[in-house]
């Protein structure tokens, strides 16, 4: 894997209300072999630029105000697309800066392992709830908390009837059985078998009542627990214990008979009765099987043999760049592969490469689909999986935004916030102000609301917004009915709340020019966090 390692020089000057416009001039260390010009590109934001054969670039106009920002690195070495990613920092005008290390490779750092934790794996009520924990471990030693969907872990159970997961890893208990809740990240597969009972157990079987009555069984006979209601070489009992379908002689549909899969047996491989794809490669473990892959290693599969079709999504796309808000601008393509069963895989992450006509307009990072606009342009995507390919045409233009109208505000326009076609106003010394904006050419104000203090900056949602009122702290007003404005509450916080902005369901404060301060507490509705200057 090749390391890049940026340092940078500065200079700032003047550019009216937006702040300062940087010229960035970066230099790289020797790479692990040379790149000839124009084979590397390096992005921050939305500027683009290449990388010359001394391996320095220039990267002119770029705000200064925008926060913490990456740099983005794609280099095309024989063939082969290389994508890195900088770790998120700020751009000090005026100054040395420091970037932070570029890994380049196909992506970002691939776990080893993924550690599926659940606090109980026995629940003994419908409704009961237990929260999973997904921990994902990579190769360097470190630890991630992978469990949210948005870390890309995705959940499935075996069985919905007797429990179901949420796509955040919220297991529920539904009736009595046994299911396999399992977890997948990065195409690691990571599973636990939970138990659930939820009634008594009358003949003594091992089968509680209400799941012998629900697959035809005999609560009140012992005996069967000892037969195979589906003649797949599993007694009824063994199923329970399994978490397999008593009425099902191939619980996961995979062509394989659950008897057969929980024993070497004919085809000389272990399997997991309960998931078609054991080892969550994308492939069934039939078809793995038939074309002489092992189904219990998801680096063996040879997708050469079952793939009959690559098919990349969308197949073309547009990426409008804004002048106005100059952030990054990405789409995600993802890649589907169509087997020789009739079965679907998602392959966007799966040896599946990308490649760009043009990197100057189209580029990557460290996650695999991702595209990023540079220069106005037309660039080809190319994306290649076990012999086949698909192509993506990717646009990328610049949106300038044309004024529409003007409407003069009473105070002075500190922080605005939209909801549809309402648009509210943190307006100073008259509070909030509420416009209709539902004809953009002709906005208008329709309610007011005078807060006590300086109104500073607002934001909303779910029918409320967060005024940060200067030292009158936060003030929560109804505005369900846009033009009747309502003062519902208010909080009272130290120093000069100076802005507003929402933050899940707890409220967090920062303080400026001192130490940070976080204070947590309930307020009506969604929650709000303030910045604040301290005065004390």
């Known amino acids: 894997m090749s390391r890049v390692h940026a340092m940078s020089a500065i200079s700032c000057s003047a550019a009216g209300f937006v702040g300062c416009l940087l010229c960035l001039l970066t230099s790289l260390p020797a790479l692990a072999q040379p790149f ?11 500027q683009t630029a290449n990388v010359r054969t001394d391996g320095t670039w220039n990267l002119p106009n770029i705000p200064a105000n925008m926060g913490s920002v990456r740099a983005r690195i794609t280099c095309v070495d024989d063939g082969q697309t290389l994508s890195g990613a900088s770790d998120f920092f700020t751009i000090t005008p005026s100054r040395m800066n420091a970037i932070p290390r570029v890994e380049l490779g196909h992506g970002a750092a691939t776990p080893e392992a993924i550690a599926f934790d659940l606090p109980d794996a026995t629940l003994t009520s419908a409704g009961q709830t237990t929260q999973a924990t997904i921990t994902a471990r990579y190769p360097d030693g470190s630890l991630r908390d992978v469990t949210t969907a948005a870390e890309g872990t995705t959940y499935f159970t075996s069985n919905p009837g007797v429990a179901t997961i949420s796509p955040d890893g919220l297991l529920t208990a539904v009736a009595s059985g046994r299911a396999l809740v ?13 138990l659930v009972l939820t009634s008594g157990d009358t003949d003594g079987d091992g089968m509680p009542d209400d799941f012998e009555l629900a697959n035809g069984l005999d609560p009140n006979d012992p005996v069967d627990r000892f037969e195979d209601l589906d003649r797949d070489g599993l007694l009824n009992g063994r199923e329970f214990d399994l978490g397999t379908d008593v009425g099902s002689a191939d619980t996961d549909g995979d062509g394989i008979a659950d008897g057969e899969e929980i024993i070497p047996g004919s085809d000389g491989f272990l399997t997991n009765p309960l998931w078609a794809d054991t080892d969550g490669d994308g492939v069934r473990d039939r078809l793995e099987i038939r074309v ?3 189904p219990t290693d998801p680096d063996n599969v040879d997708y ?6 690559l098919v990349a999504e969308p197949d073309s796309f547009t990426l409008f760049k804004n002048t106005t808000l100059p952030d990054e601008v990405s789409r995600q393509v993802r890649v ?9 895989v998602d392959l966007t992450a799966r040896r599946t490469t ?3 006509s043009d ?3 189209a580029s990557f990072a460290e996650e695999p689909g991702r595209v990023f606009a540079g220069a106005d342009g037309t660039a080809m995507i190319t994306v290649t999986n076990g012999g086949f390919e ?3 045409l990717v646009n990328v233009a610049t949106f300038r935004p044309q004024a529409l109208s003007f409407l003069r505000i009473p105070g002075f326009a500190n922080g605005v916030a939209v909801e549809g076609s309402s648009v509210f106003v943190a307006a100073g010394i008259t509070g909030l102000q509420v416009v209709d904006a539902s004809n953009p050419r002709a906005p208008w104000i329709v309610g007011a609301l005078d807060t006590p203090g300086n109104a500073n900056d607002v934001a909303i949602a779910e029918g409320y917004a967060y005024v940060a009122d200067g030292e009158r702290g936060l003030q929560v007003i109804d505005i369900r009915v846009p033009s009747q404005p309502v003062l519902l509450g208010s909080a009272d916080t130290p120093g000069i709340a100076t802005t507003s902005w929402l933050q899940g369901p707890r409220s967090c404060r920062r303080w400026s020019g001192g130490a940070r301060r976080d204070r947590r507490h309930r307020t009506h509705g969604a929650q709000a966090a303030r910045q604040h200057r301290d005065t004390r």
């Open 336 to 344: 589907w592969g169509t087997l020789v069963d009739g079965s679907t």
């Open 182 to 194: 399992s977890a997948l990240h990065e195409t690691i597969l990571g599973s636990v078998s939970i």
């Open 304 to 309: 050469v043999a079952v793939l009959v079709e």
């Open 354 to 356: 990308f490649d760009s």
């Open 359 to 361: 990197l100057g307009v």
């Open 292 to 294: 002489g892959s092992d």
């Open 36 to 46: 000839a010009a124009g084979q590397c590109t390096v992005s921050v934001l939305n």
């Open 390 to 392: 698909a192509s993506v």
